[in-house]
């Protein structure tokens, strides 16, 4: 099945600096990619859109400045927060879905970043 | 904007019960309707979805049905057990042929052994 990693599963940074998260399909090749934000005890919310070799789609209120999505290969996907702030602190994750006969719409999830911005 | 609706936020059931976890959306053009299971700490796990040209979905324990004229769709879960207990997520696709998701806001479900 489907297997998308995510690196790393944890980071710890300072207020100012900026975090590097990865994305990746493993067995399959991913057109497009979603990164979603996960507060304590509440629902994923989509971030933005990033399909491969072109710009990311930002939702509404999302920083496009500061959190830098790159596509570049078709199971490559980064998320860049920069000049990270405490309220930055969040559970990062990604999914990907690509060419699927069997399910067309469904997608998998990475296993998550939880960054504590201090 | 499109969003999802998801009742209740907190479920606690005996084991062996049956459990119903019950979402609205507001987009009609939505067509596939994924549910996902989030254990704590971990990613979301898709274990069951239903697409608009379907109006019951059933595997094992789950079952998820479909209203489209109502825009409600539904998780069934029966003879519930402890390994059961997650949070649970509905999800609608934004307008037809898409993979965008809006994601309901999750009930966190207890299996009482």
């Known amino acids: 099945g489907a297997v998308v990693s995510q690196h790393p599963s944890w980071v710890i940074c300072k207020s100012g600096t900026s975090v590097k998260i990865e994305c990746r399909s493993l067995?399959?090749?991913?057109?497009?990619m979603f990164w979603y934000r996960q507060f304590p005890k509440q629902s994923l919310m989509l971030m933005a859109t990033?399909?491969?070799?072109?710009?990311?789609?930002?939702e509404q209120g999302v920083e496009k400045d500061k959190f830098l999505i790159n596509h570049a290969s078709l199971t490559l996907s980064t998320l860049t927060v920069t000049s990270a702030h405490p309220e930055d602190s969040s559970f990062y994750i990604c999914s990907a879905s690509g060419p699927d006969s069997d399910s067309n719409y469904g997608y998998t999830f990475g296993s998550g970043t939880r960054l504590t911005v201090v | 904007g499109e969003n999802v609706e998801q009742h209740p936020s907190t479920l606690s059931v005996q084991e062996g019960d049956s459990a119903v976890i019950k979402c609205t959306y507001s987009d009609s053009a939505s067509n596939y309707f994924p549910w996902y299971k989030q254990e704590l700490g971990k990613r979301p796990q898709l274990i069951i979805d239903?697409?608009?040209?379907?109006g019951e979905k059933k595997d094992q324990r789950i079952a998820v049905t479909l209203n489209k004229t109502a825009k409600h769709f539904s998780l069934h879960i029966t003879e519930t057990q402890p390994e059961d207990s997650a949070v649970y997520f509905c999800?609608?696709?934004?307008?037809?042929?898409?993979?965008?998701?809006?994601f309901g806001t999750g009930t966190r479900l207890k299996v009482l052994a």
């Open positions: 999800a609608a696709s934004i307008g037809p042929g898409t993979y965008k998701y809006i």
């Open positions: 239903i697409r608009s040209n379907v």
């Open positions: 990033s399909n491969e070799g072109s710009k990311a789609t930002y």
């Open positions: 067995d399959f090749q991913a057109t497009t």
